[in-house]
């Protein structure tokens, strides 16, 4: 979570204001993550026989316990994420200051905090420090630094700041070292980046963000750098996004951090491109990136390329039955869009946003709150005739457990991501039911209410209560997708249209204690393709109802092989359940072509059957409650002038 930018000379907004849900699509994922998702993964954290052994490893490492340390050598980040999750969830106080007391007890005299080193150095042969780049360090002690800000913010406690800035101590000292030696180093999934800005933000302190530039400086010292990493180049001369998917947006997230706090412009062509690539070429409708288990770098000729791990691959390469699409790697587009928008404040930025909160991030977490997507497909077959390297379905535990935390902590803080505030304005961001108290620095405050049943319905009304009597501006977002609407202050209507579509549209407020603003965006289903250089998507369509993309699952069609969209009509809306959860399901009018029972690769098109028939269409973060079965987002389009499939 993006903390406080008030005081960073180059953000133009910050995120200070917290929207408390009070109904609705966003106040259920937050209650399903605080109710189920957090005490599920502490349950996994706490049992000493399980894998992970996050809780189990810190008290073996303050001496607590005997043992050797087992699970993932980034698990003391991802049980830092949980913390973070649980303090913006409200767990009481009593329980975090035990874990943090324990986290404090396996810290070293010289700051350094890693259980899986202080364990390995007391054996003979085991892990020592900074002995292997894919331990996670870094990583480790980035996630402490945020989570420390995030309590000290949330609960007024700072003992785990204390332990982050020992943390810190030794890092600075470590970096030095480095330096006087015109070493070099490098590290995976950067979460230091945005903890050290973090930490500089929370306390003022300048040395984090002297540590956060020198970061930047010992990465470009590598040699033979790795793409995995981002650094088989310069951070300046990169202009196409790519490598692994997670550390690239934690890497352009925390250089985002950097021009915030310092203005150095050096790094905006770096951004600017990169950001670019991303969403105009290699983005998923879902909200995904990172499209493939294993890719090949870009950059070098046949005999230099090197394999990488969850890669964006090639610009339009976008798969769907093997998309990988690591939750991880979202959530992180979800943190550079953040900062981006607190640097240049515009309403793409908040799209994606929208779109992976509403899509990617809310699939990949079952609506009971008990399984977790790894990777995000975008279509299942009922079977593969090859082997993944991930399951095809949510599971309750797998191996590498960043996600679950990841969701957890992002869904106890969407209410950071409904509004930004600049001197004079308030952005809309996320919509939602809810009520947030804000204060603006030309003396303007108020609590801004939310009345809605977004994003199921398009009608937003917003109030303002315990107003003082100063005007300021209501920066309303226009999604992208909405091509009509209708504004109103004060009962006096304005019609938008397609101008209007992915831009803010300013509102001046004067009389806060009594104006009231309505916000109508069409919320009509309607049919989106894709760029015809997406190979696998040439030739089909999707559908989508205001942020939400629909998706077919065989529960609802059998089976959904030989399915044909027509290309021209009016989607039927009902209301439904779906495992307890409200949802508009969608009627579509289709076709149905008999596939031969040939296993032929290739077959001569022609003398299949063809009947008409009604497709239902769900949201795509509410499939895989129902069973094991077949999902799809796009299918083929049976278009044409005229057209009658019949014929």
Not at 245 to 257: C, E, I, M, N, P
Request: proline share 4%; charged share 20%; net charge negative.
């Amino acid at each position: 979570m993006l903390t406080d930018t008030r005081k960073s000379p180059y953000a133009r907004v910050s995120f200070t204001a917290r929207c408390r849900w009070t109904r609705g699509f966003l106040k259920d994922r937050f209650d399903t993550t605080a109710q189920a998702a957090i005490p599920h993964i502490l349950s996994i954290f706490d049992d000493p026989s399980s894998f992970f052994h996050e809780v189990e490893n810190f008290r073996i490492a303050a001496g607590l316990a005997e043992g050797a340390f087992r699970g993932n050598p980034y698990g003391d980040g991802d049980f830092y994420k949980l913390l973070e999750a649980m303090a913006c969830a409200g767990y009481p106080q009593a329980q975090l200051d035990g874990y943090v007391r324990l986290i404090a007890a396996a810290q070293q005299a010289d700051g350094y905090l890693s259980t899986k080193q202080i364990i390995g150095e007391r054996q003979s042969g085991g892990a020592t420090r900074h002995s292997d780049v894919d331990d996670f360090e870094e990583y480790n002690f980035g996630h402490l630094c945020t989570a420390a800000c995030v309590l000290a913010r949330e609960t007024g406690d700072t003992a785990l700041l204390a332990v982050a800035s020992r943390v810190c101590d030794y890092l600075e000292a470590f970096y030095r070292r480095l330096l006087a030696g015109d070493g070099a180093q490098t590290a995976v999934c950067p979460s230091h980046y945005m903890g050290l800005a973090e930490m500089y933000r929370q306390t003022g302190e300048h040395r984090y963000l002297t540590m956060l530039q020198t970061a930047i400086t010992l990465r470009d010292r590598v040699a033979n750098g790795n793409e995995d990493n981002q650094d088989r180049i310069p951070l300046r001369a990169q202009r196409v996004i790519s490598g692994h998917a997670v550390r690239a947006t934690y890497l352009y997230a925390g250089v985002t951090d950097l021009y915030l706090e310092t203005g150095d412009e050096t790094v905006l062509p770096t951004l600017e491109a990169c950001w670019r690539n991303l969403l105009d070429t290699k983005l998923y409708i879902i909200g995904g990136l990172g499209a493939l288990y294993t890719g090949c770098s870009p950059f070098g000729d046949l005999i230099g390329a090197q394999r990488v791990h969850q890669a964006f691959g090639y610009e339009y390469q976008l798969p769907n039955v093997t998309a990988y699409n690591e939750t991880c790697a979202a959530l992180g587009g979800v943190f550079w869009a953040q900062r981006r928008f607190a640097a240049q404040p515009d309403a793409e930025a908040f799209d994606l946003i929208e779109r992976v909160t509403c899509n990617l991030a809310a699939a990949a977490i079952s609506l009971d709150g008990q399984c977790y997507f790894y990777e995000n497909m975008l279509r299942r077959t009922e079977t593969v005739p090859y082997s993944l390297m991930w399951p095809r379905e949510r599971s309750d535990t797998f191996q590498c457990f960043c996600c679950p935390t990841n969701l957890s902590r992002f869904f106890t803080e969407t209410g950071y991501y409904a509004y930004a505030q600049s001197a004079d304005g308030l952005y809309t961001g996320l919509y939602g039911e809810g009520e947030t108290a804000v204060r603006l620095d030309n003396g303007a405050a108020f609590t801004v209410r939310q009345q809605t049943d977004y994003p199921w319905d398009g009608h937003i009304r917003f109030t303002f209560a315990d107003a003082a009597d100063v005007p300021f501006t209501l920066m309303l977002r226009i999604p992208a997708w909405s091509q009509v609407g209708r504004l109103t202050l004060n009962g006096r209507s304005t019609a938008l249209n397609a101008d209007h579509a992915g831009r803010y549209l300013p509102v001046a407020i004067r009389h806060p204690g009594t104006d009231t603003v309505e916000l109508t965006l069409d919320m009509t289903p309607r049919l989106t393709v894709a760029h015809p250089m997406v190979e696998e998507d040439e030739g089909q369509a999707c559908v989508e109802r205001g942020p939400l993309v629909y998706c077919l699952e065989s529960a609802d069609n059998g089976s959904l092989n030989g399915l044909y969209f027509a290309h021209q009509q009016a989607l039927q809306e009902t209301r439904a359940d779906i495992c307890g959860t409200p949802v508009v399901l969608l009627r579509a009018k289709g076709y149905r072509r008999q596939l031969p029972a040939s296993g032929a690769l290739y077959r001569r098109f022609g003398g299949a059957a063809i009947q008409a028939v009604t497709l239902t269409l769900l949201p795509y973060f509410a499939w895989d409650n129902r069973g094991f079965g077949e999902m799809r987002i796009w299918l083929p389009l049976a278009v044409g002038p005229n057209y009658d499939i019949n014929s």
